[in-house]
């Protein structure tokens, strides 16, 4: 490979690429990749630590989260409670626990159902011309509705379960995840090679699998990210206001919104879970940053 | 110029059409029966159907938006379940903390996060860049009642420099008004400032790259005016495009901070009308604010040729 090539004509060309790239050996390891990326590597790492503790919540010595002991209320952290009691004496270190498994939920449930249609919606919208123009009104209309506001109206008129609140705020996100893949296919189907593919008779629905839809994959995958980020602050607050989560299940935000009466006193109640939910969204924030920069090499060091 | 904010003003009607029918149709897409949830579990039937008669869900859609389209069309946004009052008089009620929180806001997150912006591009790659892009992910990442929890604990509880919860009506008293949403302002601001800030500094670098900034050094400009005159007159348009479309985080922070500080505005309204489960409240105040946002956002438009005399109409 690295023999430099001649030309019938005695002149040199330019070496093949391998040569002026890093040596093969010194990537994919991890020390390198962490180097190379350190905000993925940082933002995966934390996350994967929160995820593991909402997997493995039974086995930290936590007890059941809405086990009540009156006698034992708003106790502070201490040896046997390490986070303290809320006002109904339930242990705040299990509920915390336990609730990361609903942000975490919440979280990767809407950020993959509003991508899945939000790219449905995108295609569509990019390739049948008298639909656009539908799509687009509605989603001029439903994009000036702030996000928050959208999913009270929606929790407002449903039962509270974790699925409405994942359907609400699913609802609030795909007009943006619909409009980012409308603007990758519009500048797409401009591409020399699908003009190739459509002039020598490529059926459509093969245009938008195999030459559309992967070039949409790297910016779906940055936004689905910040989605996620998104999500859970949408159903934190959601929770934290009364329309998200029914107060029965333990989420970050019923712990807080439950903790809200006392925070003058007992402040630990509120501070536990916002800790959190902080890192837990700061983490995902990370990896969506970190994801960016290396997909696309032109905002790089930019944004 | 004139034909152009016509055109622009114009362009807004279809799209708050469509909110108003988004925002009505949510009555009739709702997974099972609105009026029953609406009603609660306590309900007797006959309070099922008082509420579905004064939704007016026993009438046809097309029908009953038309009515409703027609009084909202004329400022009547409908009676409150829960209080009987008119919609648009409990809001009207409510406009003045909400307005004055996010005035404060605005100016807090401006008069900050674009000189942020414009020193981390100044100083690309230096430690100040980097403090202000963690502070940038900080900012999206911290959610709205957390940092303010973490003002008031610090600031008005353990400081005792402002007060803790509340709202003190502006013909009270400007020092009183202003002590009383200083916190909540500034942490309303968080996000605000990290989305100005991010936004500012990409803009600023592109800028600063230009060849007209080097010909500023060149014939011995000042940095200074370098910066706030030559680029960051040409980095605005992203700027206030950004402002505008991030006040979408302000309206939603809002309605978050209002409950953390006790204040009573529109954000305190929608949530007591959650809890209450008060559709045509929370139906007209979604509705005000996304106009509001529809307002602001028009506005952004028409200031994009003030800061880029090259866009004419």
């Given at each position: ?16 690429l391998?040569?002026i790239l890093?040596?093969?050996k010194?990537r994919g390891k991890?020390m390198?990749f ?13 996350l994967?630590?929160?995820l593991?503790?909402a997997i ?8 059941d989260?809405?086990a009540?002991?009156?006698a034992?209320r ?9 986070f303290?009691?809320?006002m109904l004496?339930?242990d705040v270190?299990s ?6 498994r609903?942000s ?5 449930s809407?950020?993959?159902l ?7 919606v995108?295609?569509c919208?990019g ?9 687009m009104r ?8 702030p996000?928050?506001?959208l999913?009270?109206a ?8 974790v699925?409405?609140v994942v359907?609400a ?7 943006r995840?619909?409009?980012?893949v ?5 500048s797409?189907?401009?591409?020399p ?13 093969k245009?938008i ?5 992967p070039n949409t ?7 689905a990210t910040?989605?996620?980020a998104s999500?859970?602050l949408?159903?934190?607050t ?16 019923n ?7 006392l925070?003058?006193v007992?402040?630990y109640?509120?501070f536990?879970?916002?800790i ?6 700061l ?7 970190g994801?960016?920069?290396?997909l696309?090499?032109?905002l790089?060091?930019k944004? | ?5 016509l ?8 799209v ?5 029918l988004f925002?009505f149709?949510?009555?009739?897409i ?6 029953a949830?609406?009603a609660?579990?306590q ?7 008082r ?5 007016g ?11 409703w389209l ?12 829960f ?9 009207a009620?409510r ?5 004055s ?7 807090i ?13 100044w100083k690309?790659g230096?430690?100040?860049?980097r403090v202000?892009?963690i502070f940038?992910?900080?900012?999206f990442?911290?959610p709205?009642f ?6 008031a ?8 420099m ?5 709202y003190t009506?502006f013909?009270d008293g400007?020092g ?7 916190l ?10 990290a989305l ?6 990409a ?9 007209y900034?080097?010909?500023?050094r ?6 200074r005016a370098?910066?706030f005159?030559?680029a960051?007159?040409?980095a605005?348009?992203?700027i ?19 409950s953390?500080f ?7 309204l929608?949530?007591?009308a959650i809890l209450?489960r008060?559709?045509?409240v ?8 996304s ?6 956002n028009l ?15």
């Amino acid at each position: 490979m690295s023999t430099t090539t001649l030309t019938p004509d005695g002149l040199t060309a330019a070496p093949d690429l391998a040569d002026i790239l890093p040596p093969r050996k010194a990537r994919g390891k991890i020390m390198m990749f962490i180097y190379r990326y350190p905000t993925i590597a940082a933002g995966g790492a934390m996350l994967s630590i929160i995820l593991a503790i909402a997997i493995f919540a039974p086995l930290l010595w936590t007890v059941d989260p809405t086990a009540l002991a009156p006698a034992k209320r708003t106790r502070f952290p201490s040896e046997q409670y390490w986070f303290g009691t809320d006002m109904l004496g339930r242990d705040v270190y299990s509920r915390v626990l336990y609730g990361a498994r609903i942000s975490l939920i919440v979280g990767f449930s809407v950020a993959t159902l509003a991508s899945v249609l939000g790219m449905l919606v995108g295609v569509c919208s990019g390739f049948i011309r008298w639909l656009d123009a539908i799509i687009m009104r509605v989603i001029d209309g439903m994009m000036s509705i702030p996000g928050i506001l959208l999913a009270i109206a929606l929790m407002a008129l449903t039962r509270a379960s974790v699925q409405t609140v994942v359907i609400a705020i699913t609802v609030a996100e795909v007009p943006r995840v619909s409009r980012l893949v409308r603007g990758v296919v519009l500048s797409l189907r401009e591409q020399p090679y699908v003009e190739a593919a459509i002039a020598s008779g490529t059926r459509v629905p093969k245009i938008i699998f195999k030459h559309i839809l992967p070039n949409t994959m790297a910016p779906i995958i940055v936004q689905a990210t910040f989605i996620c980020a998104s999500a859970m602050l949408t159903e934190a607050t959601l929770s934290f206001i009364g329309a998200g989560t029914p107060p029965t299940i333990p989420s970050w935000g019923n712990i807080m919104a439950e903790g809200r009466a006392l925070w003058q006193v007992k402040p630990y109640i509120v501070f536990f879970p916002a800790i959190f939910l902080s890192v837990t969204v700061l983490a995902v924030n990370l990896l969506g940053d970190g994801l960016r920069d290396a997909l696309d090499p032109r905002l790089a060091k930019k944004v | 110029m004139f034909a152009y904010i016509l055109r622009r003003i114009m362009a807004t009607i279809p799209v708050m059409a469509v909110v108003a029918l988004f925002v009505f149709s949510l009555l009739y897409i709702a997974p099972g029966d609105p009026a029953a949830i609406i009603a609660g579990d306590q309900a007797t039937p006959a309070d099922v159907e008082r509420i579905r008669a004064s939704l007016g869900l026993d009438r046809p859609f097309l029908i009953r938006f038309g009515d409703w389209l027609w009084h909202v069309l004329n400022g009547d946004l409908g009676t409150s379940i829960f209080t009987n009052l008119p919609v648009t008089h409990m809001i009207a009620q409510r406009v003045q903390p909400t307005f004055s929180l996010m005035v404060l806001t605005l100016t807090i997150a401006l008069s900050l996060a674009i000189p942020m912006g414009v020193l981390a591009a100044w100083k690309h790659g230096t430690w100040i860049d980097r403090v202000v892009m963690i502070f940038a992910v900080l900012g999206f990442s911290l959610p709205v009642f957390v940092v303010g929890y973490l003002l008031a604990y610090t600031f008005a509880l353990q400081l005792d420099m402002f007060p803790v919860q509340g709202y003190t009506p502006f013909e009270d008293g400007f020092g009183k008004w202003l002590g009383n949403l200083v916190l909540p302002a500034v942490a309303l601001a968080g996000v605000y400032m990290a989305l100005i800030a991010r936004i500012t500094r990409a803009t600023m670098l592109e800028v600063l790259n230009q060849d007209y900034v080097r010909t500023a050094r060149a014939k011995g400009v000042g940095q200074r005016a370098i910066l706030f005159v030559h680029a960051l007159k040409n980095a605005a348009v992203p700027i206030v495009t950004i402002v505008g479309i991030g006040f979408a985080s302000l309206i939603g922070g809002a309605v978050v901070t209002e409950s953390v500080f006790a204040i009573p505005g529109l954000g305190r309204l929608v949530v007591d009308a959650i809890l209450r489960r008060d559709y045509p409240v929370i139906q007209g105040v979604v509705l005000m604010f996304s106009f509001v946002y529809v307002i602001v956002n028009l506005l952004v438009d028409l200031l994009y040729t003030v800061f880029d005399p090259r866009i004419r109409y």
